[in-house]
């Protein structure tokens, strides 16, 4: 505490010191005056003065309570405008995150592509060479719709893949390299030969896609 602030305070202390001086000394302060050979004056003087802080007091009080049921309406009105602003912020920057298939949603958005999916995986585990290809042919064309959704332009999967920028999908490589495997099954028929393992890799790349952007 600085030297200013000390004396602001002493001042304080000293004010309130002297008012209660004068509070406790009032009524002996009276008393002596009437006592004395102007009691007749100051008698009325000092009625008048009681009677006014009366007055003045019994003003403040009737003022009092309805101020006092003003700002009881105004803090109760305050509360309620926030909490009504907290469920907008609520509403506005809560993150909430659906899962992209549930049990008894209709056959359309991500829970009809994970429902697809779920044909990929039958087809990739079956013992017929020819359903591991209709697996990759299917995940493709799931990538296609997943592009489309993702606001992707082009004539098919390839024309698709080439406006999509790098930072925008961490996979994008992976769907690159599941796609042209794709076009060689298109391509070269029954004379690609591909084996189940490799054929669970590249259905395992555009998974990774599909999870990227939680369409499974």
């Known amino acids: 505490m600085d030297k200013k602030e000390k004396a602001a305070v002493e001042i304080e202390i000293g004010g309130l010191i002297v008012l209660a001086v004068i509070v406790l000394l009032w009524p002996a302060l009276i008393g002596t005056l009437k006592a004395s050979p102007y009691g007749d004056y100051i ?18 009080t009737g003022l009092s309570i309805p101020l006092s049921l003003f700002f009881v309406i105004v803090i109760v009105y305050c509360v309620e405008q926030l909490k009504v602003i907290r469920d907008k912020e609520k509403l506005i920057y809560d ?6 298939y549930e ?3 209709p056959e359309s958005g991500d829970a009809a592509l994970s429902r697809r999916w779920v044909k990929v995986q039958e087809h990739i585990a079956s013992a017929n060479p020819n359903d591991w290809k209709q697996a990759i042919i299917d995940a493709d064309i799931m990538l296609e719709d997943v592009l489309t959704k993702m606001g992707y332009q ?17 996979h994008l490589q992976d769907a690159w390299e599941a796609h042209k495997v794709r076009n060689r099954i298109a391509h070269d028929g029954s004379s690609y030969d591909l084996n189940q393992v490799d054929a669970q890799q590249v259905v395992n790349l555009y998974k990774k896609v599909f999870e990227e952007f939680f369409f499974i």
């Open 95 to 100: 993150t909430k995150t659906e899962p992209a």
């Open 43 to 60: 008698g009325p003087i000092t009625d008048a003065i009681v009677g006014g802080l009366r007055s003045t007091l019994g003003f403040l």
């Open 154 to 170: 082009g004539d098919g999967v390839g024309e698709k893949l080439q406006r999509v920028e790098q930072g925008d999908m961490k």
């Open 103 to 105: 049990t008894g949603l």
